[in-house]
Structure formats: structure tokens, C-alpha cells
């Protein structure tokens, strides 16, 4: 497996031992329904400053992963930190962490600016940030309609505002390029890099190899639960003698022992 070991060693040399705000650190995560294993003793570092892509077939255990960082699904072994303690530990925890999960809806019946306003409420969040986000995303226009009536795109736009909302410097995605169109991609590519050169920490799940070559500068690769790499997208190109990282990653994750190999 490519790991990136300077970097893990540095990061995980003790649980209060982070210099710098936004460091998200599985530690041997595994997560088991029935007799399937969907997440097998993971275990990465996600750092600030730069688009970490988390890329990987459908059903590698991507969306799993996150819902566990989030601790909206609880793990079978292994635990997720963000600067040395659980989700569910955090004080603030949309202070420190923003996500936009798959599936997350808004109220049908409540406008986008309300939607975001008793978010805010409820986190005691100051209702300035609203107004804020909504223009962040490129939704002003449309602040005051029901999201009932929002294209797939715009409710996309609206789960990233909802995720900005208490200015986190841990930012989880978990595919969010769905339903939106090529000018939207290039949006939020453009979005995504800029969080990143703020110094935040940024983790994006995706399946479109295109896309996550222009954006990730970092790679985690996920199949079958088992992480194969880690590391950047120039090495994890060059390890498995490919010409891009679309050829890289199908021969990787089209070889079924693969994974054993990697171990
Ligand atoms: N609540 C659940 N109960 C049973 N199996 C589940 C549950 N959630 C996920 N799985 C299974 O766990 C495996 C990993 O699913 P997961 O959604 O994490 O993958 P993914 O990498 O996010 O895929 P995709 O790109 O398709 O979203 C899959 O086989 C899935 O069917």
C-alpha cells in the first residue's frame, strides 16, 4: 500500500499531540452489518491545507466511513477523532466540522433562508452566517423559495451552505458533484481548492475519476472496506505504472486479490 508515513507518524504521535486545528484521524475502523465487513480496520489521517480525495468503487465503504466520523452510524472496532476527540465529544460540533452526507434533505416545506436560520438557532449559531453562506454557494437569489421546489443542484448548493454554516475547518463531502451541471462542477472544484488553500481540511468521497484528478492534491483509495493507498496523486499514478489516475485506480480495484496483495 502507498502511505504518506512521514506524515502519519508525525500526526498520530499522541492523542493531544496536533499543533494545528482540523486534523481528522481514523484509527482501525471497522464497521460490520450481518456478516458483511463494509469498513476493515481502516486506518488514515486527514490533514489541513489540501483536497484529500477519498475515492472508491460503489460499495467500497466510503459513505460508511463518513457516517461513522460523524457518529451517525456507531462502529463495530475503531474510532474516528477530529483534533483528538470523537464527533460526539466535540462542544460546537458544526464549529468544527461541516458535512454534506448523501441523501441529507432540507424540510420540502421551509424556504432555503429558513432552513439554514433554525439550523443556526438550534447550534447557536450567529444568524449572519446565513445571509453569508447562501451567497457562498450562489443561492441569494433563491433564498426565499421552498426547497421543494430546488433542483438536484440547488439542493447540493444548499447541503454545502448548510455545512459552511459555522465556518468548520473540517470539511466532509461525501460525492458532491451529484446533480450538479459541468458549470456547477467547476464551481465547486473552484470552491473546494479555495477552502483548502484557507488552510482548512477538506475530505471529498468520490467515484469520478476526472473530477477528483483536477481537484485532490491527496489521495485515500477505499475497496472492499480496506484502504490500497494513500498517498499523493502523482505517486499513487506512478506505483501502479499508469499513465492517469483513472488507469490506476480501475487496475487497481479490477484486480479481486488486489486487496490482499496490498496488506
Ligand atoms: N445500513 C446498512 N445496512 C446494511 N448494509 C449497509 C448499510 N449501509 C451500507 N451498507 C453496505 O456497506 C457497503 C459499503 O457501503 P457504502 O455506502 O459505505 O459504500 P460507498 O463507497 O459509499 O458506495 P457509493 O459510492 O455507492 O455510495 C455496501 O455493500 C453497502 O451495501
Not at 502511505?3 to 496536533?18: I, K, M, Q, S
Not at 451567497?135 to 430546488?150: C, E, I, P, S
Not at 443542484?153 to 451529484?178: C, H, K, W, Y
Not at 489521495?219 to 488507469?247: K, P, W
Request: glycine content about 10%.
Amino acid at each position: 500500500m502507498v502511505r504518506d508515513e512521514a506524515n502519519f507518524r508525525e500526526l498520530t504521535c499522541g492523542r493531544h499531540a496536533f499543533s494545528v486545528l482540523g486534523v481528522l484521524e481514523v484509527q482501525n475502523l471497522s464497521k460490520r452489518y450481518g456478516r458483511m465487513l463494509a469498513v476493515d480496520d481502516l486506518s488514515f489521517v486527514v490533514r489541513p491545507g489540501r483536497v484529500t480525495g477519498f475515492l472508491g468503487p460503489n460499495g467500497a465503504g466510503k459513505s460508511t466511513t463518513l457516517r461513522m466520523a460523524l457518529g451517525l452510524d456507531r462502529p463495530s472496532a475503531g474510532q474516528v477523532l477530529v483534533d483528538g476527540v470523537r464527533y460526539h465529544e466535540l462542544e460546537h460540533p458544526l464549529r468544527r466540522v461541516g458535512a454534506l452526507l448523501e441523501g441529507s434533505t432540507a424540510h420540502g416545506g421551509r424556504s432555503a433562508y429558513h432552513h439554514l436560520l433554525w439550523m443556526a438557532q438550534t447550534n447557536r449559531l450567529p444568524t449572519s452566517r446565513v445571509r453569508e453562506v447562501l451567497g457562498q454557494v450562489g443561492l441569494d437569489a433563491a433564498a426565499g423559495r421552498r426547497t421543494r421546489q430546488f433542483s438536484l443542484g440547488m439542493s447540493q448548493r444548499l447541503g454545502i451552505a448548510a455545512a459552511l454554516l459555522g465556518d468548520p475547518p473540517v470539511l466532509l463531502f461525501d460525492e458532491p458533484t451529484n446533480g450538479l451541471d459541468p458549470e456547477g462542477i467547476r464551481w465547486l472544484r473552484t470552491l473546494l481548492k479555495g477552502f483548502a488553500a484557507e488552510g482548512r481540511t477538506v475530505l471529498v468521497s468520490s467515484h469520478l475519476m476526472s473530477e477528483m484528478a483536477l481537484t485532490a492534491d491527496h489521495l485515500l483509495v477505499l475497496h472492499h472496506g480496506r484502504l490500497l493507498a494513500d498517498s499523493s496523486l502523482a505517486d499513487f499514478v506512478a506505483a501502479n505504472h499508469a499513465r492517469s489516475l483513472e488507469d490506476a485506480f480501475l487496475g487497481l480495484t479490477a484486480r479481486p486479490n488486489r486487496t490482499e496483495d496490498a496488506r
